[in-house]
């Protein structure tokens, strides 16, 4: 199980950025997959899932609705978060993180509850 985050950037405020998960490994229908982000001295913190549970759910945080969109490309087996109106407070690293779909499990936003990481990719928006 591997995933790889990209198209993390510099960006001025009100701007865009699309992030994607490339998995690999697995099917990624198959599983349930958080966005996460953490900033300096600050805990990680969940952003939005997709197939947060068996039910197929999809989350966001309430600082992200609205402006975040999470989809997934079953073909390429690739989620994406399409970030719209960045702000200077979405700065972080962003994280995806997945685990395998299992029953009435809930996955949601919880960090502790996706054993699969990827590296990271970072955001920055300037004001």
């Known amino acids: 199980v591997r995933l790889v985050e990209s198209g993390g950037g510099l960006v001025q405020a009100g701007g865009s950025l699309r992030l994607s998960c490339a998995a690999s490994?697995?099917?990624?229908?198959?599983?349930?997959i958080g966005w996460f982000r953490q900033s300096p001295g600050k805990e990680r913190e969940g952003v939005s899932c997709?197939?947060?549970?068996?039910?197929?759910?999809?989350e966001y945080a309430d600082s992200v609705k609205g402006r975040f969109t999470i989809s997934r490309d079953n073909a390429n087996d690739t989620v994406y978060l399409q970030m719209n109106d960045l702000k200077p407070e979405d700065t972080a690293v962003y994280y995806c993180?997945?685990?395998?779909?299992?029953?009435?499990?809930?996955?949601?936003?919880?960090?502790?509850?996706?054993?699969?990481w990827g590296q990271g990719t970072q955001v920055t928006v300037s004001s």
């Open positions: 993180a997945g685990d395998q779909l299992s029953g009435d499990y809930y996955w949601g936003l919880k960090t502790e509850r996706y054993p699969y």
């Open positions: 490994g697995f099917i990624v229908d198959d599983y349930a």
């Open positions: 997709i197939n947060c549970s068996s039910d197929r759910s999809t």
